[in-house]
């Protein structure tokens, strides 16, 4: 067995949401780290993640509070990767969240929580700290500040210590369901390079494979923390341009820099459920913004960052463009 984790034995963290893009990143780092991961999915297969060393996959539906809570039986900490799609978040969020804490609560492991910049809303300040006022202004946001004020709730009654790391927008890894994969990079090998916002406005970006790492880093010190813990991390800060020449740099060829319409899908969305969805989250492609790191690196220390045109030129191959240097 490897021993490399901070405290001298093999720790275990399962994963709830383990197929999803997120929970496969989390279940590499988690286990690359000597830690034994349980991952949880609603068919009891984990894909990649069951040919690693030390993985154990179990079924569980999300939904049912008794089901995630024998299948995190064992755990230590319990990683919440559950990410309905955007027309599902008023049934599935909430339940699902309150599920994970059960699950904690009923195996008295830690809860780590990926957090997003949504609960700042509309009004998001230049800077964002963990004690930037929130003002959850839209519905997502509504959502979002539900679901941590139930985790200050039961963190407040020693019930179940949360530590949530807030981060920006998702890249890297495999799968699809973020806006680099789904819009900024889809036309690549056409040569074009599609951006949703204003390309001198500095976007907030996670990451994965860094902001696996530092949830693995956070976890190390969670007997010192306390009841809550809310960080952020910082990430990649990139304007559109800067993103457009970490793309360009990282396949050997020139983009064309296509402007995204938004009036479509605001059209769209007085009838389409899902494109309504995504017409509120377009103010953060026009109002610059950035994750201060700074609390979160107190308590790990010094995080590594990959350079950005690695970690473009890897989240294009990890996507499978075609025909692109990356995937060479």
Same mark, same amino acid.
């Given at each position: 067995m490897q021993e490399t984790n901070t405290t001298g034995h093999l720790e275990t963290i399962a994963i709830a949401g383990a197929n999803g893009r997120l929970g496969r990143v989390i279940g590499e780092a988690f286990q690359a780290a000597g830690w034994r991961v349980i991952a949880i999915t609603r068919s009891g297969r984990c894909g990649t993640l069951e040919k690693l060393e030390n993985v154990e996959c179990r079924k569980a539906d999300a939904m049912n509070a008794a089901e995630l809570a024998a299948a995190a039986d064992g755990a230590g900490f319990i990683f919440?990767?559950?990410? #309905?799609? $955007?027309?599902?978040?008023?049934?599935?969020? !909430? #339940?699902?969240?309150?599920?994970?804490?059960?699950?904690a609560k009923a195996t008295g492991a830690i809860h780590l929580f990926p957090g997003n910049v949504y609960n700042y809303?509309?009004?998001?300040?230049?800077? !964002?700290?963990? =004690?930037?006022?929130?003002?959850?202004?839209?519905?997502?946001?509504?959502?979002? *500040?539900e679901m941590e004020e139930s985790f200050r709730h039961e963190a407040s009654g020693n019930a179940v210590k949360t530590i949530l790391i807030r981060a920006g927008d998702f890249f890297g890894g495999t799968g699809t369901g973020s806006w680099f994969d789904l819009l900024i990079a889809n036309k690549v090998e056409q040569g074009r390079f599609t951006y949703p916002g204003d390309p001198e406005a500095a976007h =907030?970006?996670? $990451?994965?494979?860094?902001?696996?790492?530092?949830?693995?880093?956070?976890?190390?010190?969670?007997?010192?923390?306390?009841? $809550?813990? *809310?960080?952020?991390?910082?990430?990649?800060? /990139?304007?559109?341009?800067?993103?457009?020449?970490?793309?360009? =740099?990282?396949?050997?060829?020139?983009?064309?820099?296509?402007?995204?319409?938004?009036? #479509?899908?605001r059209i769209a969305s007085l009838f389409i459920p899902m494109m309504r969805e !995504?017409?509120?989250? &377009? $103010?953060?492609?026009?109002? #610059?913004? &950035?994750?201060?790191?700074?609390? /979160?690196?107190?308590?790990?220390?010094?995080?590594?960052?990959?350079?950005?045109?690695?970690?473009?030129?890897? =989240?294009?191959?990890?996507?499978g463009k075609p025909g692109l240097r990356a995937a060479a």
């Open positions: 919440n990767a559950l990410n #309905p799609a $955007y027309t599902d978040w008023p049934r599935f969020c !909430l #339940p699902m969240a309150r599920n994970v804490i059960a699950a809303g509309t009004t998001i300040a230049p800077v !964002l700290s963990p =004690s930037t006022p929130k003002v959850p202004d839209h519905r997502k946001a509504v959502i979002r *500040e =907030s970006w996670a $990451y994965l494979p860094d902001l696996a790492q530092a949830f693995v880093a956070i976890a190390g010190k969670a007997p010192a923390l306390p009841t $809550y813990t *809310e960080v952020n991390f910082a990430g990649h800060t /990139l304007t559109g341009n800067e993103m457009h020449a970490a793309a360009e =740099s990282a396949i050997g060829q020139k983009l064309r820099l296509n402007r995204f319409n938004w009036l #479509p899908v !995504l017409a509120d989250m &377009r $103010y953060l492609w026009f109002t #610059p913004h &950035r994750l201060d790191g700074t609390a /979160l690196e107190k308590i790990t220390g010094p995080l590594l960052q990959t350079p950005v045109q690695d970690a473009v030129r890897k =989240s294009l191959a990890d996507i």
